[in-house]
């Protein structure tokens, strides 16, 4: 694993200093569900993107950090409602995009709080959000999803399940971490791929929705642990 790209972060960087308040920059706002968390949001992420692989001249992963996904809201919530969890502990934040639940995690009083994500630019912005909180994140870029899942007290994944290839190595790999010891929740607006048999719900939470191509202004979230 690795911190945050020069290349990546440099990008970033000039996002949230250029002007302008268009439909295609970044701002910095509080997260909807979770106003004590502030993020640097696309107004539009889709529209950002276009432009971003326009000045790239080449196709640039997914901007899935710019947006407040409904999972990660309802984890970042439970967990600064619930202090408990986090304080004190080995936190880590799988997929982590904005970073948003693993920032909850250090507002919460984590011990040590890493956020992975595959992306280079989300691992970006989990750096410049967690200067934004003034919060300690650690930042990593790399595939965790073949290791044994040691070394952590508390795993937390926002929204992870959301196609079925992908919740075929994340299943498992929760499940690698549950049996090793780490309190494992889960955040999961029921996009079709949560095994419900091998989950217990936590909580439910309605949540504002700000993610792209979604009608519904509020969706119902469930945090769940495996069994």
């Known amino acids: 694993m690795s911190g945050p790209s020069t290349a990546a972060l440099s990008a970033l960087e000039r996002e949230i200093d250029a002007p302008g308040d268009g439909l295609d920059r970044l701002r910095l706002v509080p997260t909807p569900f979770v106003p004590e968390v502030w993020l640097h949001l696309a107004e539009d992420a889709i529209v950002w993107w276009a432009r971003m692989e326009a000045a790239a001249g080449h196709t640039l992963p997914p901007p899935y950090w710019a947006s407040a996904w409904a999972g990660g809201q309802a984890l970042a919530r439970h967990l600064l409602d619930h202090p408990e969890l986090a304080a004190g502990r080995r936190v880590l934040d799988l997929a982590a995009g904005s970073g948003l639940v693993a920032i909850a995690a250090a507002l919460a009083g984590a011990g040590k709080v890493v956020a992975n994500d595959i992306d280079p630019y989300a691992v970006a912005a989990v750096t410049v959000n967690a200067r934004a909180n003034r919060v300690a994140v650690a930042a990593s870029e790399g595939d965790l999803l073949d290791g044994d899942g040691t070394g952590v007290d508390l795993l937390l994944a926002g929204d992870v399940l959301y196609d079925a290839a992908l919740a075929g190595r994340v299943l498992p790999f ?16 029921d996009r079709g791929h949560l095994p419900s048999a091998a989950l217990d719900v936590v909580a439910s939470y309605p949540v504002p929705t700000t993610e792209p191509f979604v009608d519904s202004p509020v969706r119902r979230v469930q945090v769940l642990r495996p069994r």
Do not use: E, I, S, Y
């Open 174 to 189: 929760l499940r690698r971490a549950a049996d090793a010891g780490a309190v494992v929740l889960v955040g999961d607006p």
